[in-house]
Each structure stands twice: as C-alpha cells, then as structure tokens.
C-alpha cells in the first residue's frame, strides 16, 4: 500500500490533443466495500461483478477473510473482476487472530467497525498515515450507545480496538454530520440487533447500503420528515445471498469525464456509470456550467440507476455550488476545482468543511495546487472560490504533493493536460486505492501521462 515509508512514482500530465474513445472505468468503491461486508452477513454465496479491485476494496476483502468469511476471486470468470462472498449469516463473523490494516480505506474501516460492534468479538484496525489521523469518533459515539467499546489514540485515532456488543441495543440515532458511512456503520450494526435501529440524516447521503439491504432481503423504510431523511431497519433479518453488479463508480468517471470536457475536440463515452441520485450532484453542476452529457441506455442493475455517458468537449461558465448539494458531489470537488480553473468567472464552491477530514485536507491541498499552477482561488474556512481562465491555459509547470490522496493526484493529472506547461505529482501510486490503471487508461484516451 502507498505509504510515507514506500518510494512513490512520480508522473507528469502534459498539454494533449483531444481525447476519444469508449472507456469503462472500475467499478464503483462505495458499492463494491458493501457487497463484500453484506455479502459476508448472509447465508450462501454472492457473486459480485464489477468489483473495484484497488487497494481499498482489497483491504475489506481481506478484513471478511480475517473474521471468517470467504472472499475471492473467481479464477474461472470469463470476465474480470468477478469475485465471490461466502457469508456466516447474521451474527456469525468471527474474531479476527491479528490487526487488520485497512490502508487509506476511510469507508472500509469505519463501516466495518460498524460490522465488528453488532457481534461478540474484538478486533484491533489500524491503517496508512492518511487514515491514522482520520477521525474516527463520529462512528463511535453511536456505535457505543449500541453497546460496543472503543480504545484508539487520543482524539479518537486508529489504531483502534473496538470490542463489539454481544447484544448490540438498537437505537435511534440523529447524524450530527450528513454523512453515509456514519449511517452505514450504524444500520450494519443494527443488522444484528433485537429491534428497529433508526438513523435520522440532516441532507440525504448516499443511500447504496439501504439499497443493498434491501437487496439481500432485509426490510428497509425511509421517510421524509421535517427533521431530515428517518431510515429505518429491522434487525436480525435473514441476508439471502444474491448475486450484484457493481456498476462503474461516478466518482472514478469524474476524472476522465472533466478531462473530455476540458480538452478541446474530445469525444468520450464513459460506459456503465452508477447514476444514483444521491451521487450525481456533479453531473448537476458541470450542465449549470454549460458541459454537454448526454445519458445513454439508461437502465437499473442491482437496485442502482446505471446508464453510459457521451461527453463532448466545450465552454464553461462559473457557477456558484449550494452547500445543500455537497453530499451528492463530496468527492468530486477536486476535479471541479480544476473544472472551475479553465471556465469563464467565478465558480464558488460552499459548505465544504467535510473536504477537511477526507483522505487529506482537500480544500487545503486544491487551493495550495491551484495556486502553485497559476490559477487564482480563494480558500475559506468551508468554501472555495476558484477564478477560471476562460478557456484559456494556466501557467502549470508545478509539482504537486499528493499526500497519500488519490483524488488529488488525479485531479492534477487532469489539469495538467490543459496547461501551458506540465504538471508533476510526486505519488502517482496513490491511485490504486480507488483507480488502479488511471494513467494507462487515460493514455489510451489519448491523454500526455508519463512516468518521470
Ligand atoms: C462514502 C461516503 C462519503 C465519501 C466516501 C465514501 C461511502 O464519506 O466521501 O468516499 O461509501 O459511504 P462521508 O460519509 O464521510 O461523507
């Protein structure tokens, strides 16, 4: 795994000709950690298609591995990245022997720490830098009121020994922050608990662990109420192994979709793409900003909206982004930020203060990188303002510090295909948490990224 200790790769994005093709990029993260934790929950085998294999992924795999389930590849696939989950049931994982280290994986720790509270068992989780100083406290304030204990580094730091509750309580719980592995982690809890586990959000947040839920049979409800989105489970259901298919991740789409739209005379469909409309925000935005997309195929596999998307190069005009929308975009601010940088005016960006605790200070590593390749932008304390060219190319010609942060590191490979000069990160191996193969297949696109 990328860490301060291992040598990084270094690359450089240079100034491109248009970029064209048919591309399927790796199946989307928050819904490939899911099906290897649900699947693990039921009885039987579930195949999964579409799995995102980078590291993240990997890290759940083989934390379900460590407690007693069966993840693996299929060798025999016809097709890659097919993989198959056999379950212990409800209640039936069990203790791991050693540290289970989940790398950079944000998601995977802490809806598996969600997972470990509702049985009788302890495990100890740990993880790279970027997750070391991830707050963890969010995930355990309500997973504690469910009867599990916690022992971290001070201010609620992995590593972390969590010991699980051997009647976990189920609870009603009203999320301080919008966010859908808080959510996750309680309601993966409530699984195994004797009752309705209740989870009251302020904004809707991704909702793919009610869908998946759901799928495997267990009953879901959702209501709007004038206190947020209430959503309900009842435990102890019995998880009947089905098979899912993991569409494309949006968030992955995101770089090359950007990339097509920045590059003057680009032509390029992303196929397959999750379309869920807790995830779409930046869709929303980048038509505010006068993108062309056009949805093709449109159709649903595995309870999740998926369709192709034909995006063709042309202007864009600032626009400012609510901060009601930051759940559905959460992690695409990066590569709007460079959106922003090459449109006409003003684009603000506001209610972003959660960019602070992702994998790195986002909002403090997409001013600092904007500024070093000539791009003006404001940094407040929950808001960017990035001023764009107008089409025209910033400066480039600087090395960014990607920070064990794979959407800074492909963020500024993006932007540096449409600079006077080229744009270096220092850690290109960053990229295998959430999008092994990146460069390579934005080469194939026709982008300049090389090895330096
Ligand atoms: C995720 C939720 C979001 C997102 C992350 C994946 C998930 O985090 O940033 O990449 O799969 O539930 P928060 O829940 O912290 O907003």
Not at 358 to 379: F, T
Request: aromatic share 2%.
């Amino acid at each position: 795994m990328s860490d301060a200790n291992t040598t990084k790769t270094p690359l450089r994005a240079g100034p491109s000709g248009a970029l064209t093709g048919a591309v399927r990029v790796p199946g989307d993260k928050s819904i490939s950690h899911r099906a290897l934790m649900l699947g693990a929950l039921c009885v039987g085998e579930t195949r999964v298609t579409g799995l995102l294999e980078g590291e993240d992924v990997l890290a759940t795999a083989a934390a379900v591995n460590a407690m007693g389930a069966r993840a693996e590849r299929y060798a025999s696939a016809p097709d890659g990245n097919t993989w198959r989950v056999i379950g212990c049931g409800v209640g039936g994982l069990s203790e791991p022997e050693n540290v289970i280290d989940m790398g950079n994986a944000g998601t995977g720790v802490r809806l598996m720490m969600g997972v470990v509270a509702g049985h009788d068992m302890t495990a100890t989780f740990t993880g790279d830098a970027s997750l070391c100083r991830r707050p963890m406290g969010r995930v355990t304030a309500p997973l504690e009121r469910m009867g599990a204990k916690f022992t971290g580094r001070d201010g609620g730091l992995l590593p972390m020994t969590v010991k699980g509750a051997a009647e976990p309580l189920p609870i009603e719980y009203a999320l301080p922050v919008a966010s859908a592995q808080v959510k996750s982690a309680v309601l993966l809890a409530g699984i195994n608990a004797p009752g309705v586990t209740t989870v009251v959000e302020p904004q809707p947040t991704r909702d793919h662990t009610e869908n998946m839920l759901r799928w495997f049979g267990a009953e879901v409800t959702v209501q709007d109420t004038a206190r947020g989105r209430r959503i309900s489970l009842i435990g102890r259901p019995e998880l009947v192994a089905r098979d899912v298919a993991v569409p494309a991740d949006i968030s992955s789409a995101a770089f090359p979709l950007v990339a097509a739209l920045l590059v003057p005379g680009s032509d390029v469909t992303l196929k397959d793409v999750g379309l869920n409309p807790l995830r779409a925000g930046i869709l929303t935005t980048l038509r505010e900003m006068g993108a062309e997309i056009a949805v093709l195929g449109a159709r649903e596999e595995a309870g999740e909206p998926v369709a192709d998307l034909r995006v063709t190069a042309g202007p864009l005009k600032g626009v400012t982004v609510p901060a009601e929308r930051a759940p559905s975009m959460i992690d695409e601010y990066p590569i709007l930020a460079v959106a922003a940088a090459l449109a006409e005016g003003e684009t603000r960006m506001e209610g972003l203060e959660e960019l602070r605790v992702k994998e790195s200070d986002r909002l403090a590593a997409m001013a600092r990188g904007l500024a070093a390749a000539g791009v003006k932008v404001e940094e407040g304390p929950d808001y960017l303002v990035v001023t764009g060219s107008g089409g025209k190319p910033p400066r480039g010609g600087c090395t960014v510090t990607v920070d064990l942060d794979h959407r800074i590191a492909m963020a500024f490979l993006v932007l540096g295909l449409v600079t006077e000069q080229p744009v270096t990160i220092d850690d290109g191996d960053a990229m295998a948490t959430s999008f092994p193969g990146f460069a390579a297949m934005m080469q194939g696109l026709g982008a300049d990224i090389a090895d330096i």
